[in-house]
């Protein structure tokens, strides 16, 4: 007979559980109380907050990790800092990161950089790489297709065609301006223009023949290149585009407004001032040979690129 | 038991031929058969052959994922993350869906119409939008702060709980509740005493599912940004470097199991309570360890309410607002959500055909016999851990997988959330074989009918019914998921959604986001019609 039918039934009475009921409710009251009460208010608007470095990755992570803690603590040693790494894993959120002052110094492509500085007011670019200067896009043809390298882009529009990622500068925008400017209409494509994603999707898509051209970032291109990691012959680089400004550092308002006026100028001064003799290995690791200034005028040609194509408003 | 408390399954009663059902029936067929026709798979090439090196390199890195250990810290850190945004946020979904489901109860209600049909009204808004979606959102408001990963689940999975919950309140024996009525309690008093007790185990059995599907959400929301595994495993994804990516997979996967193990263990101690007035210590067991977890999670994740209400937040809040409203009603626009509406509710069918088909295939053998020898034992073990893989790898990478093998269109994206889909389906239908009543099967097998015949005139009949509820469920759930693969650019109206917000076009986001919003409430609509018919 179980415990409590022998109590209905005038038996000893159950035992008491260890853990009554109330005491259970208690206790889980307590702990509650005590884990939101022992929370710090959020950090955001704190006169001593660090500055927040973030990027939008496009390489694999611990690469990742090592470049922007490599950047944060190089920065925090040359600026006597406090500097702290954001992951971030998307364009839109990056942009809007860096509206609400979650993020305070982001490395932005051309594109996503001018819609960040139009939603944020006061923000100013710190500077660009050697190469951002003049950044180009490789267009790609899967080798079935039969064409042979040709600056002409205007065979392209009767293949299946994918960009990269929406926002992307060098996957998408340029790339799209160049097309327009041949002719091409940049979201004609028969079943309309793929987006990939990624530069590496962009390669993989291309190769396999699902899409039978493609676009993308020159600096990845000749690092897959590089590494031998482009082995299908089934891929054939079509064409570079003409130069334009891509990548750049910019820096929000609001850590102008906590760690001093002159944050601009100490950003600008360390980031140009990095050398190969001292400094190889974050250069390196963003692929530069060196940082130069950069000013807002830079990415004029991509604003007004994003408004035709409805990208910035 | 997972099969009973999504969806209250249906009774299966004497085989009556209803007229509604054949109606149902060809318009499910008539609604496959166009989605089919309009994939394109009748009218023309839809395989790729030359991209099956690029899809043999990702399956092939399957069985040989990235060890190295730096990886592997990197990747139990991020599990770690996952796990607490899970708890969070499944635990906060269970809080919000027991004071919801008073909202939205008919009993609260009782013949008051108006003011339930509002409630559900209210209720699917949160529902309607994918938990990557609330993300996005969120992340506007809040900023980097934990808040946006454990609102993100807390709110959809809130809402949708909130439903599950009333329903289970609804459908208990009212017998107790109705005699502390007329005994003169108040209606609480009467609902806590006499609905509550019947409706416990459910609701309990319930809340731990809830937990097991948190942690792949948590995943998908790592994606946007939110750390964790998802994060890893969508920078591995961006650089396609498939051996890290099968490790963040298996990783998910084990934490899968993990909660799927803990809550079938609570499922069944609920399902079957052990004799005796003693606490189960199992059950006490795991309520200690949520709780104890709750708390080690907000400690973690840093996570602070005062963040909710902070004036920036309001600020960022206002600013979203204001950007989003009026939502746009541009012509172009409305007409390319409209052609977008139907795209994706043709990709959802596509998806739901494939996933069920494939669900029933293999329900026999994802269901763990009472008794088997040890080849089917394995071959079981062996399904059970393909359907498992089928739903840890996050449908964006199946879509671009898929898009090596397949040329672009509505395909790639469908099947993705088909595969997907059926790694979720496989298990649910495999767990309805389990329970389902085995004797008329066994009873048709010693009167001699063949094994095919015992199947098909023993087990079929009592299966159909919960097996096409799981189904319908299923489909609310893929119309939700085609944002996923549409940010992917394979279809439907989630690339109108990517589309706008890569533009920061709030009032755009905010017509997008309402037309999904209504078209997931007219398919929970339609299919709870169909799942009457099939009562």
Redesign the interface.
Known sequence: M????A?RSGGPA?RI?L?SRRA?LAG?GV??AA??A?????S??DAAAPLRIGAI??????V??RLYGTVADSLAAALDLEVEY????????A???FR????DLVWFGGLTGV?ARL?TRGAVPIAQRDIDEAFRSVFVV?A?TGLAPSDDLAPLAGL?F?YGS??STSGRLMPAYFLSEAGVDPQGFP?GP?????H??TI??V?????QAGVLNEQVWDSRLGEGGIT?S?LVEYTRTPTYHDYHWLLGPKAVERLGADLPERLTAYFTGLTQDDDAEVLELFGAGSFIPTEAANYELIEQIGRDL???? | MTTLLDRPAPVSSRPVRDRRRWGWAIAAVGLVGWALVDSGLFSGAVLNPGGAAQFGRFASAAFRPELAPEFLAVVAESALVTVAYAVLGGGLAVLLGAVGAVAVARSTWGRRRTGWLVARGVVALPRGLHEAVWGLLLLNVLGLDPWVGVLAIAIPYGAVTATVFAGILDEVPRSGYDALLAAGAGRSAAALYGLLPHAAGSLLSYAFYRLECAVRSAVVLGLIGAGGLGYQLSLSFTSLRWEQVWTTVYALAVLCLAADAGGRAVRRRVADPRPGGDRDRVLTGAGVVVLALTGWAVWYLTLSPASLVSARALEQLSYVVSAAWPPSTEGALLADVAGAALDTVLMSVLAIAFATAGAVALAGLAARPPSAGLPRRFTGALVRATLLLLRAVPPPVWALVLLFVLLPGVLPGALALGVYTLGVLGRLVGEAVEESDRRPTEALRSAGASPVGAWLYGTVPSLAGPVLALACYRWEVAIRDTVLVGLLGAGGIGVLLSAATASFDWPAVATVLAAIVLLSLVVDLVSERARAALR
């Open positions: 179980s415990t409590a039918a109590a159950p559980p853990l259970l889980t702990a509650v884990a939101l022992g929370c710090t208010s959020s955001a608007e990755p496009d390489q694999d992570p611990e990742l990790q954001r992951p971030v894993t998307d364009y839109a959120a942009v809007s990161l609400t002052g979650d993020l819609q939603q899967h079935g299946r994918t929406e926002t079943g793929g987006f990939s994603g990624s590496d999707a993989t898509l190769a396999s023949g699902s899409y299908d089934d409805g990208l910035v408003r």
